[in-house]
């Protein structure tokens, strides 16, 4: 499957993949409009959006457990790697 | 001053927050097939209901993200004076949560008005403040409900503890004892009582519902903080409430996932060191703080990992 991208999205995906030393390649390529990953796999989605959900509760919230920045493009990450 | 609920629940005679429980009871009773007099019937399609409401939010939503320029000045001045004038000291982001969950032929109304007359709004506010106030707070439950209407179109306080209200009622609606999977209601902690007696809460429940305003403890902060979801003391953040609305996580799933979890993770700490723990359901993933009990975050579970945890966990036995 292919993934529509903002950079800040991608640029999350890459910071939780170091995060959690995922060992999967993550295949960018740049668009005018927009970053497309590519070719990702339906379990490596899967993974992806576990990982951005731990990532979300290490680093997402404020100190009233408002989303913050990070956690606004995490959450969206989550929306987006949704598998059904 | 008008009774919004019969017999009890005066505007004005209460706080916001006061407000908001009573409509968190009323959910919650509601939910739980005991409400009987409550706002919502023991019919209620409480599924439609909060589809209808997220679809406010929504339009409310792409109303403001449209504004801009004078239209913007003048929507947001208008709409700080309304909260400057009910004094609640909010910010827009509490008006929105205040309008933003509006429904009913009224709130269209108010929509096409302010979409076509922006640059009159704040004179609007300024001039006739409890009307601007109705104009945009109106009852969700309007269609059903309209004895509410009159009230709410007629008195701008009203109208603002109306919405408080029905927020907490959508709150009760999503965290109530179930909407069928068979929990009993919680007791409802009043004020100077010793507690939680969980088993009794039907009758415990409605009675504190006719006694709206007289709680120390909100129903929903009753019992062990840790997460008693036995008794379905379920409670979210503001921001783990907009992700179950906005992404349609039914109660059911996510109590099945702290009942029931395919996989818990381990406690883990943010960067305020702060614990959380993920509960990964069938239908939902829930990630809860176990100190404060408070549901943090959720989102559905694919299908597709719930399948794998599956067979992962068959595997274990």
């Keep these: ?84 | 001053m008008k009774s919004l609920q019969e017999g009890n629940f005066a505007a004005g005679e209460q706080s916001a927050e006061e407000a908001f429980q009573n409509g968190y009871i009323k959910g919650w009773e509601s939910a739980s097939g005991n409400g009987g007099n409550g706002w919502i019937g023991s019919d209620a399609d409480y599924e439609s209901y909060i589809n209808y409401r997220q679809n406010e939010i929504d339009g409310f939503n792409q109303f403001t993200s449209e504004l801009s320029g004078p239209g913007a000045f003048a929507f947001y001045g208008g709409a700080n004076l309304y909260e400057g004038a009910i004094g609640l000291g909010e910010s827009i982001g509490g008006l929105t949560r205040f309008t933003g969950v509006q429904g009913g032929s009224a709130a269209g109304v108010a929509w096409t008005d302010l979409g076509t007359g922006l640059q009159n709004l704040a004179s609007y506010a300024y001039n006739d403040l409890p009307g601007f106030a109705s104009a945009i707070a109106v009852d969700p439950f309007i269609n059903a409900y309209d004895r509410y209407a009159d009230i709410y179109n007629n008195d701008g306080l009203a109208a603002m503890m109306g919405t408080m209200a029905t927020d907490g009622l959508v709150k009760g609606i999503l965290e109530g004892p179930t909407r069928g999977i068979g929990i009993d209601i919680p007791a409802v902690t009043k004020k100077g009582s010793a507690g939680n007696t969980s088993g009794s809460g039907s009758s415990q429940g409605s009675q504190s519902a006719n006694n709206a305003g007289d709680f120390s403890t909100p129903p929903f902060e009753a019992g062990n903080p840790a997460l008693d979801v036995a008794e379905g003391a379920m409670q979210h953040t503001t921001h783990s409430l907009n992700q179950k609305i906005n992404r349609q996580v039914k109660s059911v799933d996510e109590l099945d996932a702290i009942k029931n979890p395919l996989k818990k993770t381990d406690v883990k700490y943010d960067n305020q060191g702060r614990p959380s723990e993920k509960f990964i359901g069938e239908n939902a993933t829930v990630a809860v703080n176990p100190e404060t009990g408070k549901v943090v975050t959720v989102h559905p579970t694919s299908s597709k990992l719930a399948e794998r945890l599956k067979r992962q966990k068959e595997g274990e036995q």
Excluded: H
């Excluded at chain 1, 390529?29 to 990982?51: F, H, M, N, P, W």
């Excluded at chain 1, 731990?54 to 989550?78: A, C, K, Q």
């Design chain 1, 1 to 84: 499957m292919n993934v529509r991208l903002t950079p800040k999205q991608k640029d999350m995906l890459i910071k939780v993949k170091k995060r959690f030393k995922w060992g999967k390649k993550l295949d960018f390529e740049e668009q005018v409009t927009s970053i497309i990953l590519k070719g990702l796999e339906e379990y490596d989605a899967i993974d992806l959006r576990e990982l951005c959900s731990d990532y979300l509760l290490e680093v997402g919230f404020d100190e009233s457990y408002v989303v913050n920045e990070e956690g606004r493009t995490l959450e969206e990450l989550i929306d987006i790697l949704y598998v059904e």
